[in-house]
């Protein structure tokens, strides 16, 4: 990917969160700025297409209870967790 350079204005509190995560995660504070940039211009892109017809559905197996949503969040926070850690060593 070619790559055009640009000037951005950015809170201090921003650029100095920015400076952190680029120190933590030992990148550089310009990749932070340009995933950013990535991921905000994917979030808002309106595609020409439709994800789904009409006449299409999803089907999720049916409905979820409490015990298995309470069940996923936790499994989701401690992957989560674990993944920061290992970041951090």
């Known amino acids: 990917m070619a ?3 640009t000037n951005v204005y950015a809170d ?3 650029l100095a969160l920015i400076k952190e995560t680029a120190a933590r995660k030992g990148i550089s504070e310009a990749e932070i700025i340009r995933e950013g940039i990535h991921r905000i211009a ?3 892109r309106i595609w020409d297409e439709p994800f789904l017809d009409d006449e299409e559905t999803f ?5 979820v209870g409490e015990d298995e949503i309470r069940s996923a969040v936790a499994a989701g ?3 989560r967790e674990r993944r920061n850690q290992e970041r951090s060593t």
């Open 42 to 44: 994917l979030a808002t």
């Open 12 to 14: 201090e509190s921003d």
């Open 3 to 5: 790559l055009k350079r």
């Open 59 to 63: 089907d999720l197996g049916g409905p």
């Open 77 to 79: 926070c401690a992957a």
